[in-house]
């Protein structure tokens, strides 16, 4: 970049981004540090990032951003700890209570877990949420306190500061009002600025393809995973990520407190299931890669076995419960759920009208369901119910009876409950269609 | 439309337009409207601008426009007027004094003119800047004013008030911040709105096309001037357009009183030359649209013949003292510019360095020249100069001789005088170069 082009007025980098070029990462922090310091305006921001949506932003200028909004604030110092941290990241989807899994499982084989989570918004669900509905537990933690869960128990997972990658509130606020969520470099940099900012050495990846996941198209998330992957590793991180199925719901349980029974009564038991195979799937993908001795592979399925070891053994299940504890939390839930958890007033059973095999179980209608029960927020700050949401008895691909039960709604409502059902029977569609492989793909890089 | 899409959040809005959809105006309305009340940040206009930049507005969304900012201010109205209204607008270019011969020809010929011109931006003149050359001229006129002066003189020049398409201000100040001024469609909407909101009922249009215009290229510039003709035309005017050479300066003067001077000598002898030839071209254009009956063309040229003979007969030069008078401005220049027009201290002149034929005067690079000298404005608002300019003796095409002046600097000290000749002598090369016609094409649609 020639010093002609440094000294270029933003209106003019805007342009050269217009015109198909690409900006270095001089010229990037000339806009958005200019826009945090008030110097470029917000609609020049906005126009940069549609021009860059309609253009495409380079793996550089990915690579860039996410740089620049790291730097923008805070960052978690994990070197204290004394074992391989591990960071995992969800892109989001409906019944994915796969943290309340990977976080003790992690923790049961020696490594160390500081997860920064976020609340549910739509018809996705947040991890933050769905801990909440345990009696006493304290998502919002300072540092220290995460830092010493951590070297304790092995796993503890808390609320994101506002100190943390503040530009990137910023940024994703003016593309959620101009347009320019959907591009995979924007989404990128959103998310592994916020991941290297949280300061694990390890970070795995679940990016969601299908219906009720933000990319419904599985080629679009695995791009979406490859320029993650190399994004960290860009920044001397290990990585790698799984492109798994959103089609359908991925656990049998969807709201918050019936997620985290459902997390409690999959670790009491060998695992089995969507979810177990995607929590084990990333906790293997995880443990590979923080241990360098391996390749980052895991050819013999050692560390799978490992960890199903532990998970049959319940020293997963013993995680759990500790962590809970030690974020104040009534950590009975892990022995007595019914007792601790919140239940919902009215339950209804969605029941087949005819019988055939399931064909459809769309993930984001079911979210969209479950969210209007008051399990989520249509704005960030609504007050959500804790007890509410859906059981599914079925999933894609089994076989039903006319009369067969094939969900159970929890609500605060007899009128609530019947809007749910309603929708349930519409949603739930039977056909010949088989399910989708949980695991759409590995994305293993260098 | 339906129901459902008038109900879109403006970020829906913009995704339509992202995704290559055309909006229609009343959408459009939620969206520019909804910045001019608030509602809609011009964050979110800049993403719909750069979208819209990259992706083409259509004709239809150009109408919308145009109709959209036209709407947003007070109009004049020309009723009162007795004679046909004709308005002209040029894209604006270096030595281009044709209003200042368009508007007295037309009032010759029985036309009645209210011009609303603009100011001098970079390296572009001002017919208002050019006119305040003359003592004691006010260009500053309340639209009944105008009324009265051009019903009885037949031509009035004057400003655009800032409650005339208001939107256009701040959508213009928006993109030039955003990189989005190159958009055919917005230019027209931009330029449009303002020439429907003055009221005429003919409008002739000249736009530019080459090295120091807006648009480089014929090809754009005509697309630019059939968009302009069609939108007019759709809101029931009469409009035809040239599109004419801005390769090299159209007049042989650049300045301001300068400018004014070439004008009054212009209308003193038979027309002549590359300025001549686009005004009087402009005129004919307009009477021949304005008078139906000769169905919008001038096959024999005898509106051309009856505008070349008020030219010679001194009608025209008449009609401009009489509106200089009338605007309160010291008539005598038009008898003796040199003691009335305010002249430059310092004056050096620009010899050829070899023989051979001119084969290069970039309009772009005089224009920077002249508005280095003071007579040009870097940013709105800043103070002119009238007195300083160039006069060209030659033109592309010309044989010159080793020695011959080539022009002459008029400025306010030495240096600025020195470095004003060595950018000519920089500016104007020698080689085997054809001047490109100076009339381009005529755009004639309906």
């Known amino acids: 970049m020639s010093d002609h082009q440094e000294g270029l007025l933003p209106s003019e980098l805007i ?52 740089a620049i909004l790291w730097d923008s604030g805070e960052t978690l110092d994990l070197s204290s700890l004394s074992g391989p941290t591990i960071d995992k990241h969800s892109t989001g989807g409906v019944g994915d209570g796969t943290t309340l899994l990977v976080a003790p499982l992690v923790a049961a084989a020696g490594g160390q877990m500081v997860k920064l ?27 220290q306190r995460m830092l010493d869960i951590a070297e304790r128990v092995g796993c503890v997972v808390a609320a994101q500061t506002d100190r943390l990658v503040p530009a990137d509130r910023t940024l994703y606020a003016l593309r959620d009002l101009t347009g320019t969520v959907e591009s995979t470099a924007l989404i990128a940099s959103s998310v592994m600025s916020k991941k290297l900012a949280a300061g694990a050495s390890t970070i795995v990846l679940d990016v969601k393809a299908g219906d009720g996941a933000f990319m419904p198209d599985a080629a679009a998330a695995e791009e979406l995973a490859r320029l993650c992957v190399q994004i960290a590793q860009d920044a001397g991180r290990r990585c790698a990520a799984l ?39 990333l906790a293997t993908l995880a443990l590979t890669e923080a241990r360098p001795q391996a390749g980052g592979h895991d050819p013999s399925g050692s560390v799978r076995s490992e960890l199903v070891r532990h998970w049959e053994r319940g020293d997963a299940m013993e995680r759990l419960e500790r962590m809970i504890a030690a974020q104040g939390g009534a950590a009975e839930v892990c022995t007595d759920p019914a007792a601790i ?55 894609v691909g089994d076989r039903v009876e006319a009369g067969q039960r094939l ?36 994305v293993l890089l260098g």
């Open 117 to 143: 989570s976020g609340r549910g918004l739509g018809h996705t669900g947040g991890t933050l949420d769905k801990l909440e509905s345990i009696p006493g537990i304290n998502v919002s933690l300072e540092p």
């Open 407 to 442: 969900a159970l709604v929890h609500a605060r409502s007899a009128d609530d409950a019947q809007r749910a059902v309603n929708g349930m029977q519409e949603a739930i569609t039977l056909g010949g269609a088989s399910p989708r492989d949980v695991i759409c793909s590995r």
């Open 15 to 66: 342009g050269l981004k217009r015109d198909g070029h690409e900006l270095s990462e001089a010229q990037l922090r000339v806009l958005v540090e200019g826009m945090l310091g008030g110097d470029v305006s917000e609609a020049q921001i906005a126009a940069l990032l549609m021009a860059g949506v309609l253009n495409g932003f380079t793996v550089a200028e990915a690579k860039a951003l996410t």
């Open 341 to 395: 958890l919140p239940s919902a007033p009215v339950e209804r059973e969605v029941v087949a009208t005819a019988g055939g095999t399931v064909g459809a179980m769309p993930a984001r209608q079911i979210g969209e369901i479950v969210a209007r029960l008051g399990a989520g927020r249509k704005r960030k700050g609504d007050v959500i119910d804790p007890a509410v949401g859906v059981d599914l008895d079925v999933a």
């Open 243 to 281: 492109v798994t199925d959103m089609e359908q719901p991925l656990g049998r349980r969807i709201g918050n407190a019936t997620e985290v029974a459902e997390a409690i009564s999959l670790l009491r038991a060998p695992p089995s299931g969507r979810l177990a195979e995607v929590a084990l799937e």
